[in-house]
């Protein structure tokens, strides 16, 4: 499988950018998935459901599947959060791409996001797992570059690149072995 990352900053368009990728992956006959990086707690269930009631009574996992849908949600009771590494590790191996939002301090090859309006300083000069950076604004990058510049209006462009560089994507976790 083939991962990617995609960091910046809040307000970046990182979300957006993702979803603008994943329909034109999906064009070239691709399963993509997606890893997305939640901040504390955060809940999918809904209190009165019963796998919410499932959950409250201690359940370590409740697995939830239809004939369209499958979720597994597990209560974690280490104090650590997850590594990305240990999140790929949940996929299907079957999956031709996965798109990891967040997870900026990750060891994954990433395409930053920025957006000079946003005001945030950009992760490429001192990130060595950047491999391009999508922008709306390249002229107002604030330090010069020869990783590849992407529209981050161009999302089919985007996937043009990542498919003509696919190689350098293809995951190798050393993280856990």
Not at 44 to 59: E, L, N, T
Not at 118 to 142: F, H, M, Q
Not at 164 to 177: M, N, P, V
Request: proline share 6%.
């Amino acid at each position: 499988m083939k991962v990617v990352g995609f960091a910046g900053f809040s307000g970046a368009g990182k979300t957006t950018l993702v979803e603008r990728l994943i329909p034109e992956l999906c064009l070239q006959g691709l399963r993509v998935s997606v890893v997305k990086h939640a901040h504390h707690s955060f809940d999918i269930d809904h209190p009165g459901k019963d796998s919410y009631r499932h959950r409250q009574a201690g359940a370590y996992e409740v697995l939830i599947a239809s004939d369209q849908r499958l979720a597994l949600m597990r209560e974690l009771t280490q104090s650590r959060p997850l590594t990305v590494h240990e999140m790929l590790g949940e996929l299907d191996e079957g999956v031709d791409w996965v798109l990891v939002e967040g997870y900026k301090q990750s060891d994954l090859p990433k395409v930053e996001v920025w957006r000079s309006a946003n005001g945030k300083p950009v992760r490429y000069p001192e990130d060595a797992c950047v491999v391009a950076i999508a922008t709306d604004s390249p002229s107002a990058l604030p330090h010069s570059t020869a990783l590849p510049v992407l529209d981050l209006a161009r999302p089919d462009d985007i996937v043009a690149w990542l498919l003509a560089h696919q190689d350098q994507f293809e995951y190798r976790c050393e993280a856990l072995t």
